[in-house]
Structure formats: C-alpha cells, structure tokens
C-alpha cells in the first residue's frame, strides 16, 4: 500500500475547516465502543475518520472523498467505503494514522501514548535552546517530531523510521502543518551531519507477533529504548540532548531500565533526569507469559532526558 501525501495533506486541511477533532484511545477502548453499534454505518466524520466505521458514498462530501481516493487511502468493497486511514487531534493540529484495526506489520500507531510523549516533549523543551538540528527517532507518522518542531522551531527537521507507509503519512502530516521535513528510511545511520536534539517514542511491549510498531525487544520491551539511548548518545553533538519516552517493566519493584540508563549516563560521560509519568499502562499485557513468568507487577510510562557532555 503506497500513500500520497499531498491529497492526504489537502483532506487534513479540509477536516480542519470542518472543525473536525477526535481523540484516539486504546484499541480496547475502541473495541468496545464499536462494538455497541454493530453493523451500523458511519454518519460523520468522525464515524468515518475516527471509529474507522465502513460509510456510504454520500455520507463523505465529494471533494473529501475524491482526496481520500487520491491518496490511496480509500477502501471499497461491493459498494461499501472504508478509510484506510484515521484522523486524531493533537496540540492543535491534526495527524493521519493507521486506521482501526492495527493489526498489520505496517500499522501507524497513534494512542494515548502519542499524548503522554507529545506532553513530555512540550514540557521537556521549556529547558531547551531551540535547536539546529532536530531528529525524531522512529517517529511513526510524525507526531512527536510536528509538535516539537512547533515549539522549538529548529532549522532542520529529520523524521526517521524504518515503516515507509509511515514516513508517507508523515510527510502528509508535515505538509498539513505548514513544515519541511526530512525523511530517513531507517535509523540513526540514515541521518546526516550533526544532531543536537533527538526525541523518540520506541515500541517498548514484549509482542509475541514482533509487530515493529510494538515489538521493544529484549528486557521484557525495553531493551529497544536503551539501544535507542546508546544510538543516540554516539551521534548527538557536545552538549546535545536525547527527550527518551518509554515504557519500563517494573519487577519486584525495581525498574531496570532506569539502573541501565544510568549505566549508560555514566559510561557517556552524560547527566540523566528520570521522571515516571504514569504508573500503570498496558495493564492487560501482564496476563502475557512474558510478564508473568518474569513476576512483572505492572508497566510504567517514563520520561528520560539524557545530555551529553
């Protein structure tokens, strides 16, 4: 599946001038309130844009739909319509994602994740020089990297990931905010010259389907975040910082993520600021033989902000 940005770009600006807004909660939250209408076809933008519910040709307006057509964005079968995209609010703008459900390997995830990290960064950049160069690490469809962007108003703007779908919807969400950015298919090595910020929102959930939008690796999720860090680290300049959000398994009351970043802080020669933003997400994955074989008590949302020396 290929998106075109540009008429993804036009439809976010379209639904803007609607007055269109939606928050996107967890996928079993979304089930949930699907599931009260069974069968029952979308009657609104935000049917269609935010439940990911199938529609009718003329409950969409034309000039909507012959955007979401263009941009390879419109599923049809036997009559019935179905976007293949949604569309959440965030800081004031509007973002393209993956629509319900994100079962796929190539899935865009936006979530209550998405907020927690676009809080964190916008309260972390209060303490920053705006920057000359910002990257956004495995930035998904580019939330994290538009937001900061707005804030800090670096002079360059990198968005890398290894999803292309996504880095399509991020360039659409880019061009919708008025911004120029860059894409990197990949990693940090993909990214050229110097970097004094990089912002990322890893996967950090132990999947057993290793979907990349979710699989964290090693450390029960973790072990992503702290190759992340390290990454990170090596590349940024004298005095660049790292804005690290993440999920951390908390074990008989111990999170080892924490005693492995500031490990790394030290071996750096770098400071690090810890906070636990939440402290209890993601409950339902301790039912997963991972967590409970482990003793895993819960799951917590953490901030990290690393500085190199």
């Not at 020089?129 to 703007?157: C, M, N, Y």
């Not at 399509?168 to 090595?189: H, I, K, P, W």
């Amino acid at each position: 599946m290929t998106f075109s940005p540009e008429p993804l770009a036009a439809l976010l600006q379209a639904l803007d001038q609607e007055g269109y807004a939606f928050t996107t909660v967890t996928p079993a939250t979304h089930q949930r309130v699907v599931a009260r209408r069974p069968g029952e076809a979308a009657r609104d933008l935000r049917d269609i844009f935010g439940w990911s519910l199938s529609f009718a040709r003329d409950t969409l307006p034309g000039d909507m739909l012959d955007l979401l057509r263009e941009g390879g964005a419109l599923e049809e079968r036997n009559g019935v319509l179905r976007s293949l995209v949604r569309v959440s609010s965030l800081s004031g703008r509007l973002f393209l994602h993956s629509a319900y459900p994100t079962e796929a390997e190539d899935s865009v995830f936006f979530g209550p994740d998405t907020y927690r990290f676009a809080r964190f960064v916008e309260a972390s950049a209060e303490a920053l020089e705006t920057p000359k160069h910002l990257v956004d690490l495995g930035a998904g469809a580019g939330p994290g990297g538009i937001s900061a962007a707005g804030l800090l108003e670096p002079e360059r703007i990198s968005l890398a990931d290894i999803n292309s779908q996504a880095l399509s919807l991020a360039c659409a969400n880019a061009l919708a905010a008025g911004l120029e950015v860059e894409t990197v298919d990949g990693g940090l090595e993909g990214v050229t010259g110097e970097i004094d910020l990089i912002i990322a929102n890893p996967p950090f959930i132990a999947d057993a389907q290793r979907r990349n939008y979710r699989d964290g690796g090693d450390m029960l999720g973790a072990a992503l975040s702290l190759d992340w860090a390290r990454q990170s680290l090596e590349r940024l300049s004298p005095g660049g910082t790292m804005l690290l959000y993440t999920g951390s398994p908390i074990i008989a009351g111990e999170d080892r993520l924490l005693a492995a970043l500031a490990e790394l802080a030290e071996d750096a020669d770098a400071s690090l600021r810890y906070e636990e933003i939440d402290p209890d997400i993601f409950g339902e994955e301790m039912d997963g033989p991972p967590y409970a074989e482990a003793g895993a008590e819960r799951i917590a949302a953490v901030g990290a902000v690393l500085t190199k020396g």
